[in-house]
T-cell receptor
Framework: GENVEQHPSTLSVQEGDSAVIKCTYS??????FPWYKQELGKGPQLIID?????GEKKDQRIAVTLNKTAKHFSLHITETQPEDSAVYFC???????????FGKGTMLLVSP | ETGVTQTPRHLVMGMTNKKSLKCEQH?????MYWYKQSAKKPLELMFV???????ENNSVPSRFSPECPNSSHLFLHLHTLQPEDSALYLC?????????????FGPGTRLTVL
């Protein structure tokens, strides 16, 4: 089955800096890679996703890149703000009836 | 609000108790999921239901018993739990069970087993 590794486990940045979270996956058939953000006391919420037919996707201050050859994908947050502080999860799936496999999560702390 | 509600938000139970977790989705989705979230571990998928039929059971111990009476409601019945079952239990729903369908999560039930 799929195995997703996520690094780092914690990341502290100053407000305005950029943050990068990296994930690797094992199943070369995986073709869908979502990122979820979990704020304190809430469930995870989808913030951005990418499919294997593109290498990069942006949505305002967040972007995701995918390298299928190396089997890794990354989340980039620019101009970080204190409200970006949360736990971020990456996930991967081959699609079809296969369910998502999640990484262990990264706690991002943005200091004012 | 994500359209997925869970009750109770917090639950403390003894190992001999029987309790139930409830999940309700207001999104018109056909698929519902139970996940277990423990500290420093990936989200663990427990059960998947599609159109009220269980389609996946990831080797979950029988002390966890799911019930899906309709596409909008999902229950997790708990009995004779162990302290290591203490965790955040998350419910999610999606349009279908395809892995590429966005999953919408509820806020979770924080369970403590004494």
């Amino acid at each position: 089955g799929e195995n997703v590794e996520q690094h780092p486990s914690t990341l502290s940045v100053q407000e305005g800096d950029s943050a990068v979270i990296k994930c690797t996956y094992s199943d070369s058939a995986s073709n869908y890679f979502p990122w979820y953000k979990q704020e304190l006391g809430k469930g995870p919420q989808l913030i951005i996703d990418i499919r294997s037919n593109v290498g990069e996707k942006k949505d305002q201050r967040i972007a995701v890149t995918l390298n299928k050859t190396a089997k890794h994908f990354s989340l980039h947050i620019t101009e970080t703000q204190p409200e970006d502080s949360a736990v971020y999860f990456c996930a991967a799936t081959p699609g079809g009836y296969s369910t998502l496999t999640f990484g262990k999560g990264t706690m991002l702390l943005v200091s004012p | 609000e994500t359209g997925v509600t869970q009750t109770p938000r917090h639950l403390v139970m003894g190992m001999t108790n029987k309790k139930s977790l409830k999940c309700e989705q207001h999104l018109g989705h056909n698929a519902m999921y139970w996940y277990k979230q423990s500290a420093k571990k990936p989200l663990e998928l427990m059960f998947v239901y599609n159109f009220k039929e269980q389609t996946e059971n990831n080797s979950v111990p029988s002390r966890f018993s799911p019930e899906c009476p309709n596409s909008s409601h999902l229950f997790l019945h708990l009995h004779t739990l162990q302290p290591e079952d203490s965790a955040l239990y998350l419910c999610a729903s999606s349009q279908e069970t395809g892995g590429t369908d966005t999953q919408y999560f509820g806020p979770g039930t924080r369970l403590t087993v004494l």
